[in-house]
């Protein structure tokens, strides 16, 4: 296992025996506990274990700058990325090697994001509606991911490529199952050696066909938009689309981009932000439907918001107890227990003296961060006003804010590679959110209120107990 780099100067917390294969195992199910134990027994300092690809070298808040300001000739993102989810093959090439199309999401779909908040708004409060279906006063139990994938996939298409395709139901499926399709594909093409990756990606996994059926509904449309555009000239540039799939276009033309390659990177946008998003606020639902109680505290915050400004965006940046509710939930909870992964491409020191050598992988600790209670009083406690609390206090409202990346939350990332849909992400899941507080009411199916059920974890991945239902009614 680990002669694929050497050993950093970082201490070894489990046994390196038989290759570290042992060790590499063992973290499928003992990932969390082995951080916990790190951070504690190195007094928050780094630590290193033998994963399947090197040494995993894991490091606490002190280093955040380091990671933060490396350069990708350094510590890479990408590199690591290669390693996991090996997007060259699952999604394409050029993408992989040239992701362009990730400073249009920073940058244009970022600041639309006000003049776009109405059509986002409609778009998830029909979802709601449809599929939910509620009438009267009758409870209804539903598996919480499954109803929220579908929300957050016609949400975010909303805005990657407007009605009548975000509602479109094969369209959507493709959409909601890349995600899956291309970690198990790239888990899969990762196992073998390099030559026959290529062949991997396109003859057993199930990328190729996710491709095709994208292409299928976009290619036709960026040529008729191309089409348009030469025709109409002046007016087109007028009355053009407002989505991310136009900025794209815009954009591809200092890239010489063709219709695939253009559709390849909206594919690739979402698989960056449909299930990070759909699994994140599944957590927030399970934190609401374990505490019914915070449900008329949230809900006054909402009214009060939308009382001065409608639904609006300025309303969602009033609502600093929604955003606190859900930046409290992925603190405690979260969707994975790491952050900020990165390949040294070079031997490199750390300013704490760590020695890391080319080839091994250095990944903050977000867990532990999370959870110590010299940041975080009473860390493992699910306090849902944390947050809003400490703006009331005087503190800044940016340095709280759930859209906020910093060294205390992990939870985006940081540095030049930081999640460059967070602002998206941040106004859907409040939206999401304040609009199930003001139409619906929820408690879990069978549990006593104040019980959450366990999460289920994969190696780094925190998992929400899929089984367990959550029941929602329409409120009076
Ligand atoms: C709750 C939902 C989301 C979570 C937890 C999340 C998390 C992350 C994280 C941890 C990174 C890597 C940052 C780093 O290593 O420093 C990242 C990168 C990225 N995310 Fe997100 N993300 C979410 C939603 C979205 C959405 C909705 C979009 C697009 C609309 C998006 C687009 C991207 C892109 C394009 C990158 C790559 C940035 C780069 O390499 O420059 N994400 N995200």
């Not at 969390?32 to 504690?40: C, F, I, K, S």
């Not at 290193?48 to 990708?72: C, H, M, S, T």
């Amino acid at each position: 296992v680990q002669s694929r780099s050497r050993k950093s100067s970082a201490p070894v917390l489990t046994s390196d025996w038989f290759f570290g294969y042992p060790t590499a195992l063992k973290m499928f199910t003992q990932y969390r506990p082995m951080l916990v134990e790190g951070y504690a027994k190195f007094n928050k300092h780094a630590f290193q274990v033998p994963g399947i690809k090197g040494w995993i070298v894991f490091v606490g808040r002190e280093l955040y700058d380091d990671v933060r300001k490396a350069r990708d000739d350094s510590l890479s993102m990408p590199e690591q990325v290669k390693d996991t989810v090996a997007l060259e093959y699952t999604i394409d090439r050029a993408v992989a090697l040239d992701p362009w199309h990730n400073s249009v999401v920073r940058k244009q779909m970022t600041q639309a994001l006000g003049a776009k908040f109405p059509e986002i708004y409609d778009e998830i409060t029909s979802a709601f509606q449809d599929e939910l279906k509620l009438s009267g006063k009758e409870w209804k139990p539903v598996y919480a991911h499954d109803l929220i994938i579908h929300i957050v996939c016609r949400a975010s298409n909303r805005l990657f490529v407007g009605l009548p395709l975000c509602r479109d139901p094969v369209y959507t499926q493709i959409s909601r199952d890349f995600s899956g399709t291309v970690m198990f594909s790239g888990f899969l093409i990762n196992l073998f050696p390099t030559f026959l990756k290529p062949l991997v990606g396109r003859w057993i996994t199930a990328a190729p066909r996710a491709r095709k059926g994208f292409e299928k509904f976009l290619v036709p449309m960026i040529k008729d938009r191309w089409r348009k555009e030469q025709e109409m000239g002046e007016l087109w540039e007028k009355d053009k689309p407002s989505d991310l799939l136009q900025w794209v276009m815009d954009a591809s033309k200092e890239h010489d981009s063709t219709p695939e390659d253009i559709t390849n990177r909206l594919l690739g946008v979402n698989f960056a932000a449909t299930h990070t998003t759909s699994l994140s606020f599944t957590h927030v639902v399970y934190w609401l439907a374990a505490r019914p109680e915070c449900a008329s505290i949230l809900r006054e915050d909402v009214d009060e918001a939308v009382a001065k400004h409608g639904w609006t965006k300025t309303a969602l940046g009033e609502m600093h107890k929604i955003d606190s509710f859900i930046k409290e939930s992925l603190r405690v909870t979260g969707i994975g227990a790491t952050a900020m992964g990165r390949k040294a491409m070079k031997d490199l020191t750390l300013s704490d003296g760590t020695f890391v050598p080319k080839g091994a992988s250095v990944v903050m600790n977000l867990w532990g961060i999370h959870h110590d209670p010299t940041i975080f009083p009473k860390p493992l406690e699910f306090d849902p006003l944390r947050y809003s609390r400490r703006i009331e206090a005087g503190e800044s409202e940016a340095g709280n804010s759930l859209a906020t990346a910093s060294g205390e939350f992990l939870f985006w990332g940081g540095g030049s590679h930081v999640c460059a849909g967070r602002h998206f992400a941040s106004q859907e899941m409040k939206t999401m959110l304040a609009v199930i507080v003001s139409l619906y009411e929820v408690k879990f199916e069978g549990l006593a209120d104040g019980v959450r059920p366990k999460d289920r974890w994969m190696a780094y991945s925190c998992i929400p107990d899929m089984k367990q239902r959550v029941m929602f009614r329409l409120r009076e």
